[in-house]
């Protein structure tokens, strides 16, 4: 390799990482990445434990729905409560009350009492601590780095330490879950990787929370809030965006275990490396996005992410071995994160700082809040009274595809509209 390739490798590697200078950045990221690990590891044992004690795509749907649902139901008021209080505060509060959830899922488990509606109440435990958390984290990365450029590659590196997180728990937990049966010791990992992010988070040098002079009532925050992000067409048509993408996406992952076990016949190591599979794929799309340097383009990203997952799903869906399902699994994830990443990306870049939380609570609701009605869809279509896992899969792959050819419709509209945002942002020049 000559000097000219080393040093246009060198740049682009720095361009890359370019929002890791920032400390605050730093200890958000390592502590986020260790907890994810624990995360994922979590969620991939619990839905086996589902799936083991009711053998139901059904149950699956409704436990996912159960932890879910708060985050959907919730997400306006705890967008209009991150705005008005100390999100640093409020963040190292919710991560304290997930580590305990965490922690009585382990003990329910290693005593051998654990049953379904225990893991039901514990998921809608976590739902109800995930409303106010998801939106206060997405909503801090904006406080971690000082130039708005940077914005688009923290969330980039952030998506990146997530799926590498996806990657690695999932089969961690496939691995131990074959080792030792009992599932507990993927939920005690999860409880002690809290610790991580929670001492991250005390380290962090934040600037000090002003409170909002005479703050309006909540739910005139609430209805100001709803105009601000569903008035302007272009957060309409992202929001909407991702709440397909959101929605498809749930139906791929809670299908994974019928798969695993029914489709292919396989055990806990195929599960394991389907989930780490995806993982792979989404961290792909991740480090794609992390060498872009500005938000410009990135709608032609979000329609090419979209396409990348309708399609790598319905091809999925119908894969004669895992070998290749877990390729197809790669492909449809690395879109995922293209889509939903660089959608937030957008928002982030656009929205007022004093909208911030509010906005960002309602790409929580299309995010993660619609991920229980993806749960349910998807569970219930794969149920074998109704269309099978198979179609199910296909027909959701399908609707993704229609969904972002409508979005490919609305681009033209939403350039003209995002032009002058740009411009007064620096990023389009003046004229």
Known sequence: MNMPSIRFVRDQFAVSLRALRYRNFRLYFFGQGVSMIGTFMQQTALQWVVYQLTGSPLMLGLIAFAGQFPVLLLGPISGAF????????????????AACQAVALA???????????HLFTLS???????????????????????????????VALQSSIV???????????????????????CFLINALSFIAVIISLLMMRVKKHVPRDNPPPLLADLKDGFRYVFGFGPTRAIILTVSLGSVSAMTFTIL??????????????IYGNLQAAAGLGALIGAIYLAGRRNVLGLSRVIAAGG????????AFAFSPNPSLAMILRLIACAGQVMLLASCNTMLQTIADEQYRGRVMSFHTMAFAGMMPVGAMIGGSLAEPAW?????????????????????????????????????????????
Not at 424 to 431: D, N, V
Request: glycine residues 10%.
């Open 307 to 314: 396409l990348l997952l309708g399609l790598g799903m319905i």
């Open 82 to 97: 991150s705005d008005r209080v100390n999100r640093h505060r409020l963040i190292i509060a919710t991560q304290i009350f």
């Open 124 to 154: 809608l435990a976590l739902g109800l601590i995930s409303a106010f958390d998801i939106p206060s984290r997405q909503a801090f990365i904006f406080q971690t780095v000082d130039l708005k450029d940077d914005i688009g590659n923290a």
């Open 256 to 269: 994974m275990p019928v798969y695993a076990k029914d489709v292919f016949h396989g055990g806990p190591a």
């Open 163 to 185: 799926n590498i997180a996806r990657m690695i728990g999932p089969a961690a937990a496939g691995l131990l879950i074959k080792w030792f049966p009992d599932a507990g010791l």
């Open 387 to 431: 269309l099978g896992p198979h179609a199910a899969l296909a027909t959701m792959g399908a609707l993704c595809i229609l969904g972002c050819f409508a979005f490919l419709a609305y681009r033209p509209v939403m350039r003209r509209q995002l032009r002058p945002i740009y411009q007064r942002l620096g990023i389009l020049p003046t004229p």
């Open 107 to 117: 003990i329910l488990t290693f005593t051998g009492l654990v049953q379904v509606w």
